[in-house]
């Protein structure tokens, strides 16, 4: 069947069947119960819609945070540090303040209260209080009639700061304990130190017939989102404050402003505007965002602020920088026995999601293939640079590049094919894995098949010419978070729906759509289980007047929990409209079915109403007809402290084989192609699921060969290139072809059985490109990106004899702290802490 | 403050005479959007480095963020705003909604104009010509691909084609 893009906005087009079988009863229920429906059954979930606010976007007609413009609007700019790290020793904003035309200037010390994303990492200040931590920290603000005056206010305040020595990178941020970056921390420069073991290593290591321990370098890179951060406040006449912002977590935001504003939260609106790409940058409250608020609420005039893209580098919260070393016990055949795994993450100025990100850097290694012994060992440095937090990915891209390239090197040193290695040893379904995390589905053996089939994998690898080669990759990432951010036993997500007599549905969600396509997932949810079209749907989100909480754009989360929030709330809405149509028309309401705008009798189709009709007979009997459903994942099996990062209620799978050229010459690496098999679990609209997977593996090339947040060396920890020009990212002509294949392996925690791809399918790209280097020049790069001159480097090494690798050596000397021991399910263990031994006196 | 002295120019618009004064140093992109409320026309650096704001000045390809308001006078502009017409949605606007060419849709506007000058000059560009000519337009969602097949089916339905996308890119492969 060919899509038909034209027309597939309507109920006609989409196969137009008057089904009247049981095929039309949504899967909501019944998919939470574990059934497997045949996406043949559905009329809305598996077709290729186009998303629903599609076409706003291809006239112009959607607005974004810098296309709001409000009457007597002012105009806000952020002075920035432009030192690393210094006291504030004053800030005189006089000149500033007598600049006719500005109407506020504030600093640090209107705006006392600190804040952050992690309740465990309150270290941010709206403007600096008294010191600075990167160049790029915001230090004071104007607010003023226009732009240019703006700029002009923001250059006559005055600064005196007293310089303190910086710290650059994780090497220098573990030797070098003062002065501290912050007061807070595991000591010195050390923001987090974790130490989690699960099962007895030495045993592992004694099973093992190869033991090998490999080094490896991620780069920082960052999300360059084509929309820079904007943010417009309003603070108004009855004292309430409006924020419409570019922000993938309006929740959080929201709580934010009303610690730092000292405002009631019920007194604060955040409506976050459709985001211009979001990629994890835009999950943290921001500075700017309390910034104009506090000045809103100074002037009583709106005030709007827009980052320019140099600041947007500062803003980052990108990927770690993340030193690894990982040292792994296989046996002949390739199953693993233990894996030890250390990770230096270069955390950046402030804590942002840091400590959760450290614990991503050790969770996920355990979901894909078996691993029965594991221990973690993590460190977060505070350096004087940008900070970093969630890009795609989440602390997983830089742990899977390292695994994914010591299994190619393990295949080789067993004389295995790195695929049939996988395949072997693959985490069974309805698992739970050494370090507590539980899997239900897992569909990655056919997306191994998959790509190794497509690719021709058996016929490529180790037998192409010199310079070009194939390498393959696996990976796996979560679909949400299986707990909050803050500490509550709320709902994760919460729908509400409301249903007009007109037949008009109006579904109310806190989600925010960042391009994902999470309001249109709204309605084709709900069109599924009300058997109407859903664009006929109003969708409501990310407004914290209308809409209930859902926690955010982040952890690959909002189609898993929105998903099912929704499916809850109408099917609530649906047994209304069943009960008062089954009164009406004298039959059993198990017998009606919903579609086609239409509720009728399933053995008797002509006997039905029309859903709107259906609407006025349950308004008549039951008065406004308003449900609510919410969504609260499973609780994990982990019970030890840091059991929090990890858990979810499912776990997607990828599988990818890259093809490489590698020019001998400059060391360009080119990639040609790359197949890609996801585990979708089940695809809610397939042409978005497709959009997704592309968009990844396009990012994941841009880690692998170019993007790369880098600083001067020379103490100053300047920011190479802060612009769109310099930082290199894949552009049409170095987007490689895609030939991708859905696995759907429906999981019942999953809305119809869906499972995330906003992430996982960029997790294997790196490593597979890593691998097909080696295989094309027979050189190790074991670090992203794989710039042309680190190719050359391993080459020339390669040329005189030496290691034919590029990476680093060593990890630093660390004191870890003493591990915190749990037995492994198979151990018997029960997923607690197991208990110190006592000292006896 | 500085007295101001604001420039004044006519132009055509979308295909409408227009006329408009404006801070004279202002670049066509703010003049289109802070003063003509035509914000349909994005910004990604306002530096010439992304493509963002790609406008057609007498159907060419212009960085708006690059050129001067004032350079406008007696050109003609074409902003997202006017692609569609009384007949409803242009080829590549509806392509691009239909095939999810648009996922976050801030690049869009810029890739849209880009792609019409494109199909205006060669009506059945080649992959490699539509990346050649795309290739100063960044976008970070889509990995370009949904972008081809837009423009590929856009071009095939203006030359009077049934064309529909085909089945693996919307399910993927076998």
């Not at chain 1, 409506?271 to 990629?279: E, K, L, Q, R, V």
């Not at chain 1, 500490?487 to 994760?492: G, T």
């Not at chain 1, 609510?628 to 084989?657: I, Q, T």
């Not at chain 1, 920890?717 to 020009?725: D, G, M, Q, R, T």
């Given at each position: 069947m060919k899509t038909n893009g034209r027309n597939n906005g309507g109920v006609k087009s989409n196969e137009g069947e008057a089904k009247s079988n049981g095929g039309a009863e949504p899967g909501g229920r019944a998919a939470r119960k574990g059934v497997d429906f045949k996406a043949d059954d559905f009329r809305v979930v598996g077709k290729p819609f186009r998303k629903v606010d599609a076409r706003s976007k291809c006239v112009g007609a959607t607005k974004f945070a810098d296309d709001i413009s409000l009457p007597r609007m002012l105009y806000c700019k952020i002075l920035r540090s432009h030192v690393p790290h210094a006291l504030i020793k004053s800030v005189d904003t006089s000149k500033a303040e007598a600049l006719p035309g500005v109407l506020a200037c504030i600093t640090g010390k209107d705006l006392p209260v600190p804040y952050g994303i992690l309740p465990v990492s309150q270290d941010e200040h709206p403007l600096c209080l008294d010191k600075v931590r990167f160049i790029g920290d915001p230090v004071a603000a104007v607010a003023a009639i226009d732009e240019d005056v703006a700029f002009e206010a923001m250059n006559l305040i005055e600064v005196e700061y007293e310089p303190l020595a910086t710290v650059a990178s994780i090497e220098e941020a573990v030797e070098v304990s003062e002065p501290r970056i912050h007061d807070y921390g595991d000591g010195g420069n050390i923001h987090k130190n974790v130490h989690l073991e699960f099962g007895d290593m030495d045993e592992g290591f004694r099973e093992a017939d190869v033991v090998r321990e490999d080094i490896f370098f991620y780069e920082g890179n960052t999300h360059l989102p084509m929309e820079q951060h904007a943010a417009v406040a309003h603070y108004d006449a009855d004292e309430k404050l409006t924020l419409w912002s570019s922000t993938q977590t309006p929740h959080y935001v929201h709580r934010a402003l009303a610690k730092t504003l000292r405002m009631p939260a019920?007194?604060?609106?955040?409506?976050?505007?459709?985001?211009?790409?979001?990629?994890?940058?835009?999950?943290?409250?921001?500075n700017h965002e309390v910034v104009v608020s506090e000045l809103s609420r100074r002037t009583r005039r709106p005030v709007k602020v827009t980052l320019t893209r140099e600041e947007v580098f500062y803003c980052h919260r990108g990927r770690h920088p993340v030193l690894m070393k990982s040292r792994i016990g296989v046996k002949r055949d390739g199953s693993i026995t233990a894996l030890d795994f250390q990770s230096f993450l270069d955390g950046g100025a402030y804590g942002s999601y840091g400590v959760a990100s450290t614990f991503y850097t050790g969770a996920l290694q355990t979901v894909t293939y078996e691993v029965p012994r594991y221990r973690f060992r993590g460190l977060r440095a505070f350096t004087n640079k940008a900070p970093c937090g969630p890009k795609r990915g989440h602390g997983t891209p830089q742990p899977r590049f390292a695994l994914e390239v010591q299994l190619d090197k393990v295949a080789e040193e067993l004389g295995l094919d790195p695929a049939e290695l996988r395949l072997k040893h693959l985490v069974k379904p309805n698992t739970v894995t050494a370090n507590y995390l539980r899997v239900g589905s897992i569909g990655l053996r056919e997306c191994i098949e998959k790509v190794v089939e497509g690719s021709d994998w058996k016929n490529k690898y180790r037998k192409l010419p010199e310079g070009r080669g194939f390498g393959l990759a696996c990976s796996s990432y979560i679909c949400g978070a299986g707990l909050p951010i803050y500490?509550?036993?709320?709902?994760?997500s919460g729908v509400q729906l409301r249903l007009d007599r007109q037949g008009g549905v109006c579904v109310q969600c806190g989600s925010t759509d960042i391009g994902q396509g999470s309001d249109s997932v709204l309605a084709y949810v709900v069109a599924e289980v009300l058997g109407i079209d859903p664009f006929d749907i109003r969708v409501v989100t990310a407004d914290t007047d209308l809409t209930p909480v859902d926690l955010g754009s982040y952890s690959s989360r909002v189609t898993l929990m929105t998903g099912n929030a929704a499916i809850q709330a109408a099917e609530r809405a649906r047994e209304l409209l069943s009960s008062a149509v089954a009164e009406k028309l004298n039959v059993p309401s198990e017998n009606l079915s919903f579609a086609e705008r239409r509720v009728f009798d399933v053995e008797?189709?002509?006997?039905?109403?029309?859903?709107?009709?259906?609407?006025?007979?349950?308004?008549?009997?039951?008065?406004?007809?308003?449900?609510?459903?919410?969504?609260?994942?499973?609780?994990?099996?982990?019970?030890?402290?840091?059991?929090?990062?990890?858990?979810?209620?499912?776990?997607?799978?990828?599988?990818?084989?890259?093809?490489v050229d590698v020019d001998i010459e400059t060391g360009i690496v080119s990639v040609p192609r790359v197949w890609v098999a996801h585990d979708i679990g089940r695809s809610i609209n397939p042409m978005l699921v497709m959009g997704q997977v592309e968009g990844s593996i396009y990012m994941g090339l841009g880690e692998a060969l170019m993007?790369?947040?880098?600083?001067?060396?020379?103490?100053?920890?300047?920011?190479?290139?802060?612009?769109?020009?310099?930082?290199?990212?894949?552009?049409?002509?170095?987007?490689?072809?895609v030939i991708t294949y859905l696995v759907e392996d429906a999981d019942p925690n999953g809305p119809f059985g869906a499972k995330e791809v906003g992430q996982g399918p960029l997790l294997p790209v790196m490593p597979a490109i890593a691998n097909a280097v080696y295989d094309a020049v027979g050189v190790r790069v074991d670090e992203v990106p794989i710039t042309p001159e680190k190719v050359l480097a391993a080459l020339r090494a390669k040329r005189q004899g030496k290691d034919p690798r590029f990476g680093p050596r060593a990890v630093p000397e660390v004191e870890w702290p003493e591990p915190l021991k749990v037995l492994t399910p198979a151990e018997g263990g029960d997923g607690k802490e197991m208990p110190r031994v006592a000292v006896h006196s | 403050m500085t007295q101001r002295q604001k420039a004044h120019i006519e132009f055509t618009l979308n295909g409408e005479p227009a006329e408009v004064a404006f801070a004279p140093h202002k670049t066509l992109l703010e003049v289109l959007r802070e003063d003509l409320n035509l914000t349909g026309t994005k910004h990604g650096c306002e530096l010439g480095e992304c493509g963002t704001c790609a406008v057609l000045v007498d159907g060419r390809s212009v960085l708006s963020c690059l050129m001067l308001g004032l350079e406008a006078e007696g050109r003609r502009v074409e902003t997202v705003e006017g692609m569609a017409t009384d007949a409803g949605l242009h080829p590549l606007q509806e392509t691009f909604a239909d095939t999810g060419a648009a996922q976050c849709g801030y690049c869009t506007p810029g890739f849209l104009l880009v792609a019409k000058e494109l199909l205006a000059q060669n009506a059945s560009p080649t992959r490699e010509e539509i990346k050649e000519a795309l290739s100063g337009n960044l976008c970070r969602c889509t990995g370009y691909i949904k972008i081809y097949e837009a423009v590929e089916l856009a071009a095939a339905r203006m030359r009077g084609e049934e064309a529909e996308l085909p089945r693996e890119s919307v399910y993927g492969y076998e």
């Open positions: 019920a007194h604060i609106r955040v409506i976050a505007t459709p985001n211009g790409g979001g990629f994890g940058g835009k999950s943290d409250p921001f500490w509550n036993s709320m709902p994760h008797n189709p002509e006997v039905g109403v029309t859903f709107a009709e259906a609407v006025v007979l349950a308004e008549s009997k039951y008065g406004t007809i308003g449900t609510v459903g919410s969504y609260v994942p499973p609780r994990s099996p982990g019970r030890f402290k840091g059991a929090g990062v990890g858990p979810s209620p499912a776990y997607s799978y990828s599988a990818a084989v890259a093809e993007e790369e947040m880098v600083y001067r060396e020379n103490r100053n920890v300047v920011h190479k290139f802060p612009s769109l020009l310099e930082y290199k990212s894949p552009t049409t002509l170095e987007m490689c072809d | -």
